[in-house]
């Protein structure tokens, strides 16, 4: 079970976790970030808006701070060329997120509309910029990214950041953005009541349709329209981590061939589409924690597509297919991955049932009647 190939496919698995994890934490933060100024229309509603998030969103966003950390400590080849070929990108997306610490530990310390309405963009600015950034990056992971790997193994990346926004990336980030703002807009409405309520039940109504023609319109240009490279020849998948030693090439469109060839994976996508569907059917109606959960198995649907899409690359190297990184050369020794692996079977328990435990002592709904009342210990 703890060989070198096990461990690296186990190692897939906790990152995929770590990523859905993310996602579906940080994704309604970023969700009631992009709908404060439209959902709230006055400050003690925006205030409603901010506080169901207030007392989370800093254990959510640990969620980014562990998936780029065990990137680092399990995929150090994928870390070195995302970080250094997309260092622009994700330079855009942190300076995004600091307008986040700042706008809910400031923004209710001046009495001023001025100062409210400006940290009030700043958040939006903080929810909306990361989303559509990521989903531009994962469709960069399909269409493949201009790297390549010298003698030496150096990496060297070459392209520049306006050859990211293609029309598919572009649009990959527009759906990424209606997923976290449908999944913020259930959790709003799941959380409050009034005024906020019922414009979150028509925000729902409105970005449900459009997400799942989205999603539509991504699965089927991904199936008919984009090349798909397969591994030819390489060694074991308990060689040493050298990117190098295998031979890629490239099949045409063949993402429909390859779920079809591993039926199992097409549960994946049903899940995606069926659980978002049942949440905007029920996030309409009442059944508000039905819908969420729903929700979440929607968005974890979505990333298990995507990673068994690429499966079994991390990477694929648009202009040179032989330098695509994948799970079975670019991961550190198997002794780095058993030794982090009995860390996060110790410790990864212990942060789920904590988060657990602050979300049921937390929860409850957050009224206009309770922030009047709080003035001074809430945002």
């Not at 579906?24 to 901010?50: A, M, N, Y």
């Not at 899409?309 to 190297?317: A, E, K, M, T, V």
Request: aromatic residues 14%; proline residues 4%; glycine residues 10%.
């Amino acid at each position: 079970m703890f060989d070198y190939e096990s461990m690296r496919l186990i190692w897939w698995l906790l990152i995929g976790v770590v990523a859905i994890a993310f996602a579906l934490t940080e994704g309604f933060d970023f969700g009631v970030s992009t709908l404060l100024p439209f959902v709230g229309r006055t400050d003690v509603e925006r205030r409603v808006i901010i506080n169901t998030v207030g007392a989370t969103w800093e254990g959510n966003q640990v969620w980014l701070v562990l998936l780029g950390g065990a990137i680092f400590a399990i995929w150090p080849s994928v870390y070195a060329t995302l970080f250094s070929g997309l260092y622009l990108a994700m330079m855009l997306v942190l300076f995004a997120l600091f307008f986040r610490p700042a706008g809910f530990d400031y923004r209710s310390k001046v009495n001023d509309p001025r100062w409210r309405n400006a940290w009030d963009w700043g958040l939006f600015i903080g929810g909306t910029l990361p989303p559509i950034l990521l989903g531009v990056l994962a469709g960069n992971l399909v269409l493949g990214l201009p790297f390549h790997f010298d003698q030496d193994l150096r990496s060297f990346y070459d392209g520049s950041f306006w050859a990211l926004l293609s029309p598919f990336a572009l649009l990959c980030g527009v759906v990424t953005l209606l997923g976290t703002s449908f999944h913020g807009a259930l959790f709003l409405k799941w959380r409050t009541d009034g005024a906020v309520h019922q414009r979150a039940s028509a925000a729902i109504a409105v970005l449900g349709p459009m997400l799942l023609i989205g999603l539509i319109a991504v699965t089927a240009w991904v199936f008919l329209g984009i090349d798909r490279p397969e591994i030819s020849q390489m060694l074991g998948h308990d060689a040493p981590s050298n990117p190098l030693n295998k031979t890629v090439t490239a099949i045409g469109a063949g993402w429909l061939a390859h779920f079809l060839s591993h039926p199992l994976m097409l549960i994946a996508p049903a899940l995606g589409f069926l659980g978002l569907s049942l949440a905007w059917l029920l996030g309409k109606g009442r059944a508000m924690a039905a819908a969420f959960v729903f929700s979440c198995l929607g968005i974890a649907g979505m990333l298990f597509t995507l990673g068994f899409g690429l499966f079994p690359f991390l990477l694929i190297s648009s202009t040179s297919p032989n330098s695509s990184l994948t799970l079975w050369d670019a991961t550190s020794s198997h002794s780095t991955l058993l030794l982090a692996f009995w860390i996060t079977v110790i410790f990864l328990p212990i942060v789920l049932l904590y988060t657990r435990w602050v979300y049921k002592i937390l929860w409850g709904t957050i009224s206009e009647k309770s922030i009047i009342k709080d003035t001074h210990s809430l945002y």
